[in-house]
């Protein structure tokens, strides 16, 4: 089971602003970021007209299915997948073993850039995502639902 | 599992809707979808075949409103309910918070219900779950058909641990909000008690 997944606001503006020089870097239309469970954790470029949230569960989907295919041929992942369209193109990249990194670019880049900015990118964010798994695990870090009522609940569901 | 994200101040959970082939999972989907209004929900998303069957998952993201000033989402999902789809089964069940065990009422599926259930305690146990102590919601449903098995013995087939059970009509809505209440309400308390 994996542990609980949580972002802290400095860890948060650290990752964007990877994301975000990646978008530059790798001239992308969008770069966002989802964890294996299909939970979105940021997104930077052109995501005005784009359903992130579908985006994100699919993704995970995708990288699931994968997973299984690799593990029906013995290998551990696939940890690069490539989708190319007729405008747009999709690259998918496993980020320490636990996130998922996506880029979306068009004619504008390439797909060389886009694995040559992406394997540094790469890199940061799992160390990020490292120094963020280690600060969950520290005891002391305690959830703010610890202390919701069963009233907060019910109100949840007050019509 | 949930994410709690700090930054954005929301707080994220997975309650998949699990049961054998034609229970009406999908329904249930698609009821919850159609009744909540839009500013609550995103898109629904139905990776299926072109008979309409469940062939990866049904995705809905749904927001309530904010608890202790979180904004808490649930994402529900769907299994194929299919026996030989089992191999996605098991990738949509990883990171799970909540179950909701939809069973079809009708005489006749009594035996698919039983290898479902079946089904979901191993699938989970892979995953190092234990149904027992999982969130997790009973659904009997399609309670209007004439064929149907009394409640007490379905029951007694998919309800020994005595969880939250509820009886209905998945395309008329009845006590499909019921379920997914009650599931919402273990996941939080399950929040709670990890927190």
Excluded at chain 1, 37 to 51: K, P, R, V
Excluded at chain 2, 20 to 46: D, F, H, R, V, W
Excluded at chain 2, 86 to 105: E, N, P, Q, T, Y
Excluded at chain 2, 183 to 191: D, P
Aim: hydrophobic share 40%; glycine share 8%.
């Amino acid at each position: 089971m994996n542990a609980q997944m949580v972002m802290y606001e400095d860890e948060f503006n650290q990752i964007t602003q990877v994301c975000e020089r990646l978008t530059r870097e790798a001239s992308a239309k969008v770069v966002f970021l989802v964890d294996k469970n299909g939970q979105l954790i940021a997104s930077c470029g052109q995501t005005e007209n784009l359903d992130t949230t579908s985006l994100a569960s699919l993704t995970a989907g995708n990288i699931a299915a994968t997973g299984g295919l690799a593990k029906l041929i013995g290998e551990k992942e696939f940890s690069i997948l490539f989708h190319e369209g007729e405008r747009d193109n999709l690259h998918i990249t496993i980020v320490g073993g636990r996130v998922i990194l996506v880029v979306i670019f068009d004619s504008r880049s390439s797909l060389g850039l886009v694995r040559l900015r992406v394997k540094k990118a790469g890199e940061e964010l799992g160390r990020i995502f490292d120094g963020l798994l280690k600060k969950v695990e520290a005891p002391g870090a305690g959830s703010p639902f610890a202390e919701i009522t069963d009233e907060d609940i019910d109100n949840l569901f007050s019509e | 599992m949930s994410f709690i994200n700090y930054s954005s101040r929301e707080i994220s959970c997975k309650i998949v809707y699990y049961g054998p082939g034609l229970c009406g999972k999908t329904t249930n989907l698609q009821y919850i979808y159609a009744k909540t209004n839009p500013e609550a929900k995103g898109k629904m998303i139905s990776l299926a075949t072109e008979t309409d069957r469940t062939l990866f998952f049904d995705f809905l993201p749904l927001s309530l409103a904010e608890i202790r000033g979180f904004k808490t989402r649930f994402h529900l999902y769907t299994v194929p309910g299919q026996v030989f789809y089992d191999a996605s089964r098991k990738l949509i069940l990883k990171g799970v918070d909540g179950v909701v065990f939809v069973a079809d009422s009708q005489i006749e599926r009594m035996e698919a219900n039983l290898e479902s259930f079946d089904n979901l305690r191993t699938n989970l146990a892979e995953q190092g779950y234990d149904l027992a102590k999982v969130p997790f919601v009973v659904q009997y449903n399609k309670r209007d058909l004439p064929n149907v098995v009394p409640v007490d013995e379905l029951r007694r087939a998919l309800n020994i641990q005595g969880v939250p059970e509820y009886q209905a009509v998945a395309p008329t809505g009845v006590g499909v909000f019921d379920t997914l209440k009650a599931v919402a309400k273990l996941v939080l308390t399950e929040l709670r008690k990890t927190g």
